[in-house]
């Protein structure tokens, strides 16, 4: 589980319902917030101490100015490469957890780049103009801060944007890793589907940090009844994972469940590793199976081999399947 900073007080409610669960603080690693109070902050370090004691840990632009992002204006870009920074936020989140008794970190904000959107809108980071320079000041931050907090506590970084050799290289030096918009690039219904190359990038993702024996996430947003979505991120997911150290969460508007139980059926356990047939994937579980078809294009239909239970309850032997659709079926 992944709580708020003040949110500490759950923890023994949590791990009285089951001593096992794992429960991670969220801190942001690029960002200071002028708008958060107290001591259990959502960032490594507070606003008014850098303010007041290190203003040069905020990033300006090109014309001189501070920078603050443009769908969030009261959260504050940090210098993830200075040193003094990383010390700053390592030693403060180890306070934190050690205090609070959380079994880890989740770590938000890991990037390649700033120039989106949502974060710089245009602007240039005059620290960090060229396009892999960024990177490489993330690259720094992980390698010395997640180490040292991986002696004792669990650090699972929430990956925005890396190359596949930067995944592999900042996946390594942390305990697992998330990736958001898994399948679905948008939270609209029906839209935002993720096909093709984009598609096996993240498949990729998740089968190189289950290579490592890392954790992953995967993190699907979508309307609380868009059924398909969910079909298609978890049949996705249940293609490559493995093991009892990755998870799919599908996550509608915040308060609410998703209102069907076809996103969590149980199928037990994967007897084959997937295979792929003229662009259709397919993977053989102890009690059923899953299809997908990531083509943003082609409709098929695919024979089952046997009789299966699809999520409406209808028994089939073959499916027909869309562009972009996935199903997990249960064996008759």
């Given at each position: ?60 632009d ?9 769908s ?8 993830v ?36 959107p ?79 190359a ?106 089952l ?11 089939v ?7 972009h ?8």
């Amino acid at each position: 589980m992944v709580l708020q900073a003040p949110e500490y007080r759950r923890i023994a409610a949590i791990k009285r319902r089951n001593p096992a669960t794992k429960v991670l603080v969220y801190k942001d690693m690029a960002s200071t917030r002028d708008g958060a109070r107290g001591s259990e902050l959502p960032t490594g370090v507070g606003y008014a101490y850098a303010n007041r004691r290190h203003p040069e840990w905020f990033l300006r632009d090109t014309a001189g100015r501070r920078v603050n992002w443009a769908s969030w204006p009261h959260y504050w870009q940090m210098d993830v490469g200075s040193r003094a920074y990383q010390r700053a936020w390592a030693r403060n989140v180890a306070r934190d957890l050690r205090r609070h008794g959380w079994d880890g970190v989740f770590v938000d904000g890991i990037a390649r780049t700033m120039q989106y959107p949502w974060y710089l809108n245009g602007r240039t980071l005059a620290k960090y103009p060229g396009p892999d320079d960024y990177a490489r000041a993330t690259t720094r931050f992980l390698r010395r801060v997640a180490p040292a907090l991986r002696r004792r506590r669990l650090v699972v970084g929430n990956i925005n944007d890396a190359t596949p050799a930067l995944w592999r290289r900042w996946v390594g030096t942390m305990s697992g890793a998330s990736k958001e918009w898994w399948t679905k690039a948008d939270a609209g219904r029906g839209t935002g589907f993720l096909t093709g190359a984009d598609w096996s990038y993240q498949m990729r993702l998740l089968s190189e940090a289950q290579a490592r024996r890392k954790i992953f996430l995967a993190f699907t947003y979508g309307p609380v009844d868009d059924g398909p979505a969910m079909d298609y991120a978890r049949a996705s997911f249940l293609l490559f994972a493995r093991g009892s150290r990755s998870a799919f969460g599908y996550a509608p508007p915040c308060g609410a469940e998703p209102s069907t139980v076809r996103w969590r059926e149980d199928i037990g356990t994967p007897t084959e590793p997937a295979s792929q047939t003229g662009g259709i994937w397919r993977r053989e579980f102890t009690g059923g199976q899953v299809v997908v078809n990531p083509t943003s294009t082609a409709t098929v239909t695919l024979p089952l081999g046997g009789s299966y239970v699809q999520p409406n309850g209808s028994i089939v032997t073959s499916v027909l399947l869309p562009p972009h659709t996935g199903l997990t079926l249960r064996r008759r």
